[in-house]
C-alpha cells in the first residue's frame, strides 16, 4: 500500500484526528514544457530542493525550496503560499497536502499549477493540527499549513526534526519560529477595475525574501501574482492600477 494511502486510511480511521480529504478532479492541467521548470545547473531535485515556477527563482536564494525546511509567509498571503507550493507537481511523488486552510481556493490552486488529483485536505484540524502535520510529512513532498494559533518554539524544534528526516517542505502561512526562510508581499496593486466596476484581471506585487545564510542579505521580485490567467510571471507591463493596502514587512521570527 503506498504511504499516502496507509496515512489517509489511519486518519481518516481515528476518532482522536480530524478528517482528511482527497481533492480529485479529472480535468488535466494546463500542459506546460517541463524545461521551462529546470534551472540552468540542473533539476532542483537532484539538488536537494523542490522545484518553484520560473518566476520566483530569482527571489529564493537556491533557486527552489530546500527539502526539510519550514518556509514562513508573511501575512499568510494565498497567491504567495500556492504559487511557491505549485513545483510539488514537478516532482517523482508529486503529493501535497493543506491543514488548517479550510478558505484555501481550489480553483485558484489549480491556476497556480498545483494538482488537484494529488492533494490532500484537513480543513479543521483544531488542536490536533501538529499530529497530522507529523503523519503527512512522512506521505508528502509539501504541506501548506495555517497553525490554530502562536507555534511554541519546542513544538517548531520538534516538527523541524520530522521534516528533516521526511525531507517534506512546510509552507506555514505565517510566522514560525526557526524557519529557514521567509517571504511575504511587502506592497501589491490589483488591476481590471475602471470606476467603481469592471472585473480584476491581476494582480502586480513586489515579493521579498529574507532568512539565513545565503538568504541574509534579502531578495526581492516584482511579478504578476496573479496575471489575467491565474497564473505567477515576471512584471513587464504597466497597465492602470487599483490600489492595494501594502502588507506588514517582513519580521524576523526570535
Known sequence: MPAFESVFESTVES????????????????GERREQWEP?????????????????REVLPDAGLRRGTAVSVAGGDAGLLLALAAGVRETEGGWAAAVGLPDLGLAAAEGYGLDLRRLLVADDPGPHWAEVVSVLAGAVELIMLRPDGPVPPKLAA???????RSGCVLLVAGPWPGAALRLGVRSG???GLGDGHGQLTGRQVEVVAEGRGSAARGRTARLWLPDEHGTVRPLREQPRAVAEPA???VAAVV
Request: hydrophobic residues 55%; glycine residues 4%; positive net charge.
Open 40 to 56: 540552468a545547473d540542473g533539476p532542483a531535485e537532484a539538488r536537494g530542493l523542490l522545484p518553484v515556477p520560473p518566476a520566483l
Open 158 to 164: 520538534r516538527l523541524a526534526a520530522v521534516l528533516r
Open 247 to 249: 502588507a506588514p514587512r
Open 15 to 30: 476518532p482522536a484526528r480530524p478528517a482528511l480529504r482527497p481533492v480529485a478532479l479529472p480535468a488535466a492541467l494546463p
Open 189 to 191: 496593486r490589483w488591476f
